[in-house]
């Protein structure tokens, strides 16, 4: 499927640009706490600094990390299930999620759109960040839609 590569690499690409903060958040907070510790002074807007950073890498990261089965999973009971149930165990999941993260990207796209306020200290814009929220969950919500895609596949007997 070509637009499923298409999904994936641009995943992959917006995944890799959420890493790349990963440097910057690690110098920020060493350099904060090198500070605070022998210089009794702070680095003004580390705080805030780091949580945008922070929500930045995460948001972009969640569909790649769904992608490569990443996500935090646990399986005591679907094991004991015939290869069919779990295959409609898994259609079932990808059902729900899709359903919540359709919520989640709604409302990012909403209160992104509607969000005026700035930060306390650097005065940053928080609107981009809340649009992120939207921006992160469609792209998750594209790769929820791969695995459906491929599960409903498997429950017809098509290896894909």
Sequence with gaps: MKIKHVIQRVNFYVCAVGM???????LLTTGDVVGRKF?????PGAFE????ILAVFILLGAAYTQ???G????????????PRLQIICRILTAFLS???ISILVWQGWVEGIRERTVSEMLRIPQSPFRLLVAVGGFLLWLELLIDLVHSIG???GRSS
Excluded at 20 to 26: D, N, R, T, Y
Excluded at 71 to 82: A, E, M, Q, Y
């Design 98 to 100: 899709l359903f919540i």
């Design 39 to 43: 210089f009794a002074r702070t680095i």
């Design 20 to 26: 790349v903060l990963l440097l910057p958040l690690m």
């Design 49 to 52: 600094l780091s949580e945008y």
């Design 71 to 82: 996500h935090v999973g646990v399986s005591f009971l679907t094991p004991r299930l015939s």
């Design 154 to 156: 498997q429950w017809q």
């Design 67 to 69: 992608q490569v089965k």
